[in-house]
């Protein structure tokens, strides 16, 4: 049972450049979630899904945008990286009951 | 807003207890929640208490709860070097249709041998 994988796990950008990063989850979770965590910032959300083919604005979600067109799978498009994107990104899916959230292993970007 | 406050740094003996408190600011989350990172890992569900209770023991770990001043600590009992880690505070934010929850900046818990 792998939980919640995230692909990639490393990668770097040139200013301007798009790439998408994508959650997969294996648990039938309905609520999955994109994080961004910085240094003396905490854990941000970017944006969050409730369930197929819905989305929603976290705290901080411009420059973003997401996809759920799987139940499994939630995806965090970059259009256009900004060096203010370099990050890592975590994804987290959660079970009905309790909110507990089930986190990724993360993804580290370097938009140069 | 909503906000969880916790101290961003704490060292410890091996050997000694270690208590990470946090504050947080929403009296109606029905649960709140610790959460462990691990160096190049993502947060794993540490422990969580009911908003109805005063104390969760779990093994080594003990968390308090002080509703009144909206209070929350975590006690970790003959720290060992694997529990050097980022630990995070969490609650549900009111208005967020129990969607979301809220973080702390986390507390950095370093481990002296």
């Known amino acids: 049972n792998a939980g919640v994988t995230q692909t990639p796990k490393f990668r770097v950008l040139k200013t301007g450049q798009s790439m998408t990063l994508l959650c997969a989850q294996d648990m039938n979770h309905e609520y999955m979630y994109w994080y961004r965590q910085d240094p003396g910032m905490g854990l941000r959300l970017i944006h969050y899904s409730v369930g197929e083919g819905t989305t929603a604005k976290g705290e901080v979600p411009d420059g973003y945008n997401v996809s759920r067109l799987k139940k499994q799978n939630f995806l965090l498009g970059l259009e256009s990286a900004a060096p203010s994107q370099t990050s890592v990104y975590f994804c987290?899916?959660?079970?009905?009951?309790?909110?507990?959230?089930?986190f990724g292993a993360g993804t580290r970007l370097s938009v140069l | 807003g909503e906000d969880v406050e916790q101290s961003l740094f704490l060292s410890v003996r091996e050997g000694d207890s270690s208590v990470i408190n946090c504050t947080y600011t929403d009296s109606s989350s029905t649960y709140l929640y610790w959460y462990k990172q691990e160096p190049g890992a993502g947060l794993q569900l540490l422990t969580y208490i009911f908003s109805n209770m005063d104390m969760k023991q779990d093994q080594r770990l003990t968390v308090l709860l002080n509703k009144k001043d909206k209070h929350l600590s975590l006690r970790i009992a003959d720290t060992q070097t694997g529990d050097s880690a980022i630990y995070f505070c969490?609650?549900?934010?009111?208005?967020?249709?129990?969607?979301?929850?809220?973080f702390g900046k986390g507390t950095k818990l370093s481990v002296i041998p």
């Open positions: 969490a609650e549900i934010p009111s208005g967020a249709g129990s969607y979301q929850l809220t």
């Open positions: 987290a899916s959660r079970t009905g009951t309790k909110n507990i959230q089930y």
